[in-house]
């Protein structure tokens, strides 16, 4: 309601200026006409001024804000998947019984071009991913995941992110499995049911993932050859991985 009210009140002193301005301009030039000609000829041009001001250069701003907040944002995700999604991964790959399947797709080639990802996202819609962890396995995850506990937390209080839904929900995804996992002390003993659970809790998680672990790669390798290589040598899928250069 202030507001408003304060908005009212500056209209009203911004046309008492300019009819101020008129007058003292008739009181000079006593040319009521050519006042006239002035002001039809500046209402006439407020619309364009609309369309250059709202349509085109506020656009354009808006246009540059978002290509350097997900400038921003692409830093963040690069941490999370140095510091955390790339094991995870790793992890969740070799528990997955079909992941030669993914392979096929991740390890040749031609798997970053444009038209290869965009071909892998409409199969992973489809795909049916399965998660099959043993005790072992979801011991070895917890372990690590309650390691990189404070470091998910930091994330989620980086606000940027709201303006990234995809990762926001990937990132919920793996904070949900990071509290399922933390509040257990030890799974080596765990009965089927609570095992089956905590599998499609990995299923979620290995789905946001994937999909949110693509993107990363497509965005590196149009814009950081350098990570874009160490990514490879690095990749979460291979059977065997060398960070090491050889000829």
Same mark, same amino acid.
């Given at each position: 309601?202030?507001?408003?009210?304060?908005?009212?009140?500056?209209?009203?002193?911004?046309?008492?200026?300019?009819?101020?301005?008129?007058?003292?301009?008739?009181?000079?030039?006593?040319?009521?006409?050519?006042?006239?000609?002035?002001?039809?000829?500046?209402?006439?041009?407020?619309?364009?001024?609309?369309?250059?001001?709202?349509?085109?250069?506020?656009?354009?701003? $808006?246009?540059?804000?978002?290509?350097? %907040? @997900?400038?921003?944002? *692409?830093?963040?995700?690069? =941490?999370? !998947? /140095? &510091?955390?999604?790339?094991?995870?991964?790793?992890?969740?790959?070799?528990?997955?019984?079909?992941?030669?399947?993914?392979?096929?797709?991740?390890?040749?080639?031609?798997?970053?071009?444009?038209?290869?990802?965009?071909?892998?996202?409409?199969?992973?819609?489809?795909?049916?991913?399965?998660?099959?962890?043993?005790?072992?396995?979801?011991?070895?995850?917890?372990?690590?995941?309650?390691? $990189?506990?404070?470091?998910?937390?930091? %994330? @989620?209080?980086?606000? *940027?992110?709201?303006?990234? =839904?995809? !990762? /926001? &929900?990937?990132?919920?995804?793996?904070?949900?499995?990071?509290?399922?996992?933390?509040?257990?002390?030890?799974?080596?003993?765990?009965?089927?049911?609570?095992?089956?659970?905590?599998?499609?809790?990995?299923?979620?998680?290995?789905?946001?993932?994937?999909?949110?672990?693509?993107?990363?790669?497509?965005?590196?390798?149009?814009?950081?050859?350098?990570?874009?290589?160490?990514?490879?040598?690095?990749?979460?899928?291979?059977?065997?991985?060398?960070?090491?250069?050889?000829?």
């Amino acid at each position: 309601m202030r507001e408003i009210y304060r908005h009212t009140l500056l209209g009203i002193l911004l046309i008492s200026i300019s009819a101020v301005l008129y007058f003292v301009h008739y009181l000079i030039f006593h040319d009521s006409g050519l006042i006239m000609i002035y002001l039809v000829s500046d209402i006439a041009f407020i619309p364009l001024e609309v369309f250059l001001v709202t349509l085109v250069i506020e656009r354009f701003l $808006k246009e540059r804000e978002k290509k350097s %907040l @997900l400038s921003k944002l *692409n830093m963040v995700i690069g =941490a999370f !998947f /140095s &510091e955390v999604g790339s094991k995870m991964l790793s992890m969740l790959a070799q528990a997955d019984p079909e992941v030669n399947i993914l392979r096929e797709h991740l390890l040749t080639d031609n798997a970053w071009s444009d038209d290869s990802i965009k071909t892998l996202k409409k199969f992973l819609v489809k795909h049916e991913f399965n998660v099959d962890m043993t005790a072992e396995q979801l011991e070895e995850l917890r372990i690590f995941i309650i390691s $990189k506990r404070n470091f998910l937390l930091r %994330l @989620l209080e980086n606000p *940027n992110l709201l303006e990234h =839904a995809s !990762f /926001s &929900e990937m990132l919920w995804s793996v904070f949900h499995l990071s509290d399922e996992l933390g509040n257990r002390q030890s799974l080596l003993r765990i009965n089927e049911v609570d095992r089956l659970h905590l599998c499609n809790d990995n299923r979620r998680a290995y789905q946001y993932l994937l999909m949110e672990w693509l993107d990363y790669m497509k965005h590196l390798n149009k814009n950081y050859p350098f990570l874009f290589s160490f990514a490879l040598r690095t990749n979460p899928f291979a059977t065997e991985t060398r960070v090491e250069i050889s000829e």
